[in-house]
């Protein structure tokens, strides 16, 4: 325990310099260095895990739900989904946790 809480120390320290927080994609488990500020679905495209259909765009308002991801998160409003145009990387020292919606309907459908 004690290890564990000098590792989350030593990047909290890390995180105060350089001002970016770790968010972490499930299920594939790709781990991101965001810069706070920065709007949490453009953190998911950049990293992969949301796709933008040039025929079907992310309206980015909150009205088309395409960007909704489940998050472990509490602080978030709409915990556990969230729609991550609504929301930007927040000014925290714990990792950010977020899971594609599909796999999650996936996983409650068996
Ligand atoms: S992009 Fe439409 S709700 Fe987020």
Known sequence: ??????????RNESN??????AVRFLPDNVVVEA????RLLDVAIQAGQL???PQEPFCRDGGCYKCEMETSNTQFEEYP??????YSVPPITEEIQLTKIDQVWSENML
């Open 81 to 86: 989904l969230i729609r991550t145009c609504k």
């Open 51 to 53: 796709k933008e259909e």
């Open 1 to 10: 325990m004690l290890v564990k809480n000098m590792a989350l120390d030593k």
């Open 35 to 38: 810069e706070i500020g920065k």
């Open 16 to 21: 105060s310099t350089c001002n970016k927080v």
